[in-house]
């Protein structure tokens, strides 16, 4: 079955840009697809599609994926984007896999 | 605008079903895959399975085949999800998505399902 990857933490200083990053085999093949959820609320869709931002989300929030690693980055972070954050992709044997999860500290 | 509004807390005994809706508006409920997710209290997102509205086609994660049924009532817009044989490590919140092929874009507000003797 197909494993997604993720840091537990990462912390970032106010202002400053934060990576969180989504490891799997060939990640790189896939599109990927990005979620913040902040305590007692149901996931929001932040990248879609490795790179693209819905309609209302900043465009601090931005995306890449290259080989076994994606990323999301959040420029100029702000308090609000405290949050956990959850990389998906879709996998032909095991359909919808979530990445373990990242919660963000903003300082 | 897209809602997925879905029922209220449960709890239920260990052994016992449950079977949680989710009631779409604003969109064509045929269109789109409805996806269940749950999340135990502290614990990250996990992929129960899929439905197709229009269909009635299902896959289930490995980890729930043969516990868990999703259905639908196009009528109502309404999707279902039903898990039997409780325990204990049910207890979550359990959340119904609605998925734009390989991403989904729209979550419901999700149901608290506590399992206990």
């Known amino acids: 079955s197909y494993e997604l990857t993720q840091p537990l933490s990462v912390s970032v200083a106010l202002g400053q840009t934060a990576r969180i990053t989504c490891g799997g085999n060939?990640?790189?093949?896939?599109?990927v697809h990005w979620y913040q959820q902040k305590p007692g609320q149901a996931p929001v869709l932040v990248i879609y599609r490795d790179s693209n931002r819905p309609s209302g989300i900043p465009e601090r929030f931005s995306g890449s994926n290259s080989g076994n690693t994606a990323t999301l980055t959040i420029s100029r972070a702000q308090a609000g984007d405290e949050a956990d954050y959850y990389c998906?992709?879709?996998?032909?044997?095991?359909?919808?896999?979530f990445g373990g999860g990242t919660k963000l500290t903003v300082l | 605008q897209v809602q997925l509004v879905q029922s209220g807390a449960e709890v239920k005994k260990p052994g016992a079903s449950v079977k949680v809706s989710c009631k779409a508006s604003g969109y064509t409920f045929t269109s789109y895959d409805i996806n269940w997710v749950r999340q135990a209290t502290g614990q990250g997102l996990e992929w129960m399975g899929w439905?197709?509205?229009?269909?009635?086609?299902?896959g289930y994660a490995q980890k729930f085949q043969g516990r868990v049924t999703m259905t639908r009532n196009t009528s109502i817009s309404t999707a279902y999800m039903e898990l039997s044989s409780l325990r204990s490590e049910d207890t979550a919140v359990y959340y119904c998505a609605r998925a734009d092929s390989s991403f989904i874009d729209y979550w419901g507000q999700g149901t608290l399902v506590t399992v206990s003797s």
């Open positions: 998906q992709v879709w996998d032909s044997s095991t359909y919808v896999v």
């Open positions: 060939n990640i790189g093949s896939k599109n």
């Open positions: 439905m197709n509205p229009n269909s009635g086609n299902t």
